[in-house]
């Protein structure tokens, strides 16, 4: 199994820049969570804490589409989630490499 914190795992993931804004529910321990690293973040440069949680969640989707080996979801994930177009170098690049992690050579 690939290492999330391979090189090649980050290049997949940040393989597209435009992220939505998802939805859901925050627990009381995250939201805890979040406020004290603003609070221990204070004079320094600010965070986006949504787009982390972004970030975390499409980074969760791809690890379980190459554990599964699912690689329609995958690229509903670049389409939808990254605004990749099909056909285009980055959306070309991105499927090599999931395809490349997906047989565990990553």
């Known amino acids: 199994m690939a290492s999330i914190a391979s090189p090649n795992w980050r290049a997949l993931l940040y393989v597209g820049s435009v992220h ?5 529910r925050m627990s009381e321990d995250d939201d805890l969570k979040d406020v004290l690293e603003e609070e221990g ?11 982390r949680r972004r970030h975390n969640r499409l980074r969760k989707a791809v690890e379980e589409t190459v554990r ?11 389409i939808h989630d990254l605004g990749l177009i099909p056909g285009s170098p980055r959306y070309e690049r991105a499927l090599k490499e999931w395809r490349i992690a997906s047989r565990g050579k990553l």
């Open 68 to 78: 599964e080996h699912d690689e329609e979801t995958f690229k509903e994930l670049m």
């Open 41 to 51: 973040r204070r004079g320094r440069r600010p965070i986006d804490i949504e787009a």
């Open 20 to 24: 939505k804004k998802g939805g859901g």
